[in-house]
């Protein structure tokens, strides 16, 4: 069985810096992308950030050089570093990937429970 495990979240003011990290766990393969998305009261979800397997990181303009995405390879552990944040940035933020499980050749899509950021004063 595999799942995605997320940590971090919380409420900072705004301005402030806040830690996300998201660890798939089980019998796994291979991931070639991990990635954060996040969804707001009365919105879409949308993808903000996400990670090759390669280190190729793609950012959301609203979150270019306040975001800093990072991935440990050997620990299946991606790291999302939020800085400078804003009201806007609230939401529930959700890890997702694309895992091929030991025993498998196909990829399947993976998503974490989700972990509530809030940015307020």
């Known amino acids: 069985q595999v799942r995605l495990v997320e940590s971090g979240g919380g409420s900072v003011q705004p301005g402030g810096s806040l830690r996300l990290s998201c660890a798939a766990v089980?019998?796994?393969?291979?991931?070639?992308?991990m990635g954060w998305y996040r969804q707001a009261p009365g919105k879409q979800r949308e993808l903000v950030t996400s990670i090759s397997n390669a280190g190729t990181p793609y950012y959301v303009e609203s979150v270019k050089g306040r975001f800093t995405i990072s991935r440990d390879n050997a620990k299946n552990t991606i790291y999302l570093q939020m800085n400078s944040l804003k009201p806007e940035d609230t939401a529930v933020y959700y890890c997702r990937a694309e895992i091929r499980t030991i025993g498998t050749t196909s990829f399947r899509e993976y998503w974490g429970q989700g972990t509530q950021v809030t940015v307020s004063s």
């Open positions: 089980g019998s796994i393969f291979g991931i070639p992308v």
